[in-house]
């Protein structure tokens, strides 16, 4: 970051606006004279607009810029051939290198003027504190994204030095190390040749492949996650968990609940609840649960693949969504109609008995139906549901 001087110059005012947009929304709000209500509410949500508008804005414009300008060149270079050469190509794009942690600092500063704005907790006074928590260093390259009211509540308390704790954090921080230096930077170049040269091997060195992929990224991105949980550990600080054994899941759904846990849960947060999350009709709430995960993708990096990749993994939840509403809604129905039909027979055995004696023995006496009858019902309940 000081070898472009832009880029600690573009933290710094990011965390001033986000600071000055936070004693505003504040100041507002403990102003409870009756005539300014409607005039505060709306300098609280144009303060939260400008944060809004100037974080989203320093994300598409370094992280995004040259994907849609090239986008853009290749899709006018396709209607009309060398309608835009190589030297002007590279006059139109600005090449420039993605400032550090920039996707993790501007969520996380989003995250403190939403908060503010939905009263969730109160504004930073001390600039000193909010600036630590926007640029606080051993998650900012890599994660996990902490939110305003996980982190500022810590700069309140008090920070005793703690031997046990000084030893989980040494650990914390080694296997991170062990992730990321022994397995996932040994496991890259066997990937990367077999992914150079997929002709060259058979199915079993495909498989190594995509098995040795897996297991570098996962080291790679949890390794970094350990390291950053242990390096707060030593100052004091907890992080959120960012990997929850992943590869254990059961379905694409649980996957994302174990996989950069912080990424969606502030996904779920900021952008699934506020567009209605499960409380809006069926269609609307599949379109929340596919959007908020195609933003995921798009978060992740600017290209093409990782947009698909967003677009697949949303649709697939969306699909795994309906599929369980299906279930619980067969289910219901199946128990409402099993619970029926053993009311009203037994009731009726009940009415056809002169003596309570005599409907035990009749009841008794269809025991292998009943049996039958109970293993079917298990069956259904456990396939559905």
Not at 85 to 112: D, K, N
Not at 115 to 137: C, H, M, N, Q, T
Not at 271 to 294: A, C, D, E, I, Q
């Amino acid at each position: 970051m000081w070898s472009v001087p832009e880029y600690g110059i573009l933290i710094f005012a990011s965390t001033c606006i986000d600071y000055i947009a936070g004693r505003i929304i504040g100041d507002t709000r403990s102003d409870s004279r009756t005539e300014d209500l409607e005039s505060n509410q709306r300098i609280r949500k144009l303060a939260l607009i400008v944060s809004l508008l100037m974080n989203l804005g320093i994300l598409g414009y370094y992280k995004y810029h040259d994907f849609f300008l090239t986008s853009f060149i290749e899709f006018i270079n396709t209607l009309h051939p060398d309608a835009i050469g190589p030297g002007t190509r590279y006059e139109l794009l600005a090449r420039l290198i993605l400032p550090v942690g920039i996707s993790f600092f501007t969520f996380q500063s989003m995250s403190y003027t939403i908060d503010a704005y939905r009263g969730v907790l109160p504004p930073e006074k001390d600039f000193i504190k909010f600036a630590l928590f926007v640029s606080f260093f051993p998650q900012l390259v890599a994660g996990p994204i902490v939110t305003a009211k996980e982190f500022l509540p810590q700069l309140q308390e008090e920070k005793p030095m703690d031997s046990d704790l000084m030893r989980q954090a040494a650990r914390w921080f080694a296997l991170g190390y062990f992730k990321k230096v022994v397995l996932a930077d040994n496991m890259a170049p066997i990937v990367d040749t077999i992914y150079s040269n997929p002709y060259a091997y058979d199915t079993a060195g495909h498989w190594l492949g995509a098995f040795g992929f897996w297991i570098q990224v996962y080291c790679d991105f949890s390794g970094y996650s350990d390291m950053a949980w242990g390096a707060a550990m030593f100052l004091g600080f907890r992080l959120p968990e960012n990997f929850r054994l992943p590869y254990l899941s059961r379905s694409v759904t649980e996957h994302w609940q174990r996989w950069h846990i912080s990424l969606i849960r502030w996904n779920r947060d900021y952008l699934y609840f506020p567009l209605g999350g499960n409380r809006v009709s069926f269609w609307r709430h599949k379109f929340n649960v596919w959007f908020t995960m195609f933003v995921a993708g798009v978060w992740h990096g600017a290209n093409w693949t990782f947009i698909i990749w967003g677009a697949i993994h949303g649709s697939i939840m969306a699909a795994e969504s309906t599929w369980r509403d299906v279930k619980a809604h067969i289910n219901e129905r199946w128990r409402r109609k099993q619970g029926t039909d053993l009311d009203v027979e037994g009731s009726t055995r009940r009415l056809d008995g002169s003596r309570k004696s005599e409907a035990v023995r009749f009841f008794g006496a269809n025991w292998p139906l009943d049996i039958v009858r109970l293993c079917a019902t298990s069956f259904v309940t456990i396939f559905f549901g």
